[in-house]
């Protein structure tokens, strides 16, 4: 039996179309059949004692639901201070959470593919290699595609 993240990050990696997003200087991708909306700012209720990955709560079309924030894990920078941020309200586990990004550079369609990653390849970035399934382009600018479930999964718990 194949263990079940395997069987996510295969699913990741088959995945043809990316939400392209910016944190920081780089670009990152996260698979657009996981993503339900993207959303500009809007109000997140910050929870105490969380660290500040945990932007807090928001509420969309009348859910709660939990925001983190995507620029403190890749780089180290919070997106949710920048004014004009983005919201990418993805599925994970069959819940819906919300990350919190720079800005979104493009809905990528095109089907390049995703190419495994060598050594040199994460040098310039401080994300886990377990987070990564590949580098892809947009418009010939690469980007890391990640795995949404594996970055979550240890947020969630």
Avoid at 10 to 22: E, P, T
Avoid at 53 to 61: S, Y
Avoid at 92 to 112: H, M, Y
Avoid at 117 to 138: F, Q, T
């Amino acid at each position: 039996m194949v263990p079940s993240s395997a069987l996510n990050a295969a699913a990741v990696s088959a995945a043809s179309q990316w939400v392209v997003f910016a944190c920081g200087d780089h670009l990152f991708g996260l698979p657009l059949h996981r993503t339900r909306e993207i959303l500009p700012p809007r109000p997140i209720t910050r929870l105490p004692g969380c660290g500040p990955e945990v932007a807090g709560l928001a509420g969309i079309r009348g859910r709660v639901i939990t925001v983190f924030d995507f620029g403190m894990l890749l780089t180290g920078k919070p997106a949710a201070r920048r004014d004009d941020h983005r919201m990418l309200v993805v599925v994970v586990d069959g819940k819906r959470v919300a990350v919190l990004v720079d800005e979104i550079i493009a809905v990528s369609r095109e089907s390049q593919g995703v190419l495994p990653l060598d050594a040199n390849a994460l040098r310039p970035y401080d994300v886990d290699r377990d987070d990564v399934v590949g580098i892809s382009a947009h418009e010939e600018q690469p980007f890391l595609a990640l795995d949404p479930d594996r970055i979550l999964a240890r947020l969630l718990t």
